[in-house]
């Protein structure tokens, strides 16, 4: 199983990016999908989860209302919606799979770096 996230880049305070984790290799129904984040200096955080199957997210409270996890299986891709940025934000953002959200994750991505500043 492999991942490919993508979309981070750079966004001033307030914007939004759209973070995209594409699986190879299995399907979204075969593994609950994890968003994690990593500043410079500080230890990693989830951020968000779907549930395999996709009847179930789960919320962290680093981002609580300000990032929105979704999926498509037409194109066996997650998706993680970034509002309202602030500079703490600041991070790699990580998908990994695992079977469930309240579990270990045995396959990682890459990481796609997410930068807020004015």
């Known amino acids: 199983v492999q991942l490919q996230a993508s979309g981070g880049g750079w966004v001033q305070p307030g914007g939004s990016l759209r973070l995209s984790c594409v699986v190879y290799?299995?399907?979204?129904?075969?593994?609950?999908i994890h968003w994690f984040r990593q500043a410079p200096g500080k230890e990693r955080e989830g951020v968000s989860c779907?549930?395999?199957?996709?009847?179930?997210?789960y919320s962290e409270e680093s981002m609580k209302g300000r990032a929105t996890i979704s999926r498509d299986t037409s194109t066996n891709t997650v998706y993680l919606q970034l509002n309202s940025l602030n500079p703490e934000d600041s991070a790699d953002y990580y998908c990994?799979?695992?079977?469930?959200?309240?579990?270990?994750?045995?396959?990682w991505g890459q990481g796609t770096q997410v930068t807020v500043s004015s």
């Open positions: 990994a799979a695992g079977d469930l959200c309240q579990g270990s994750s045995h396959y």
């Open positions: 290799g299995a399907t979204l129904d075969d593994h609950a």
């Open positions: 779907v549930s395999a199957g996709g009847n179930t997210v």
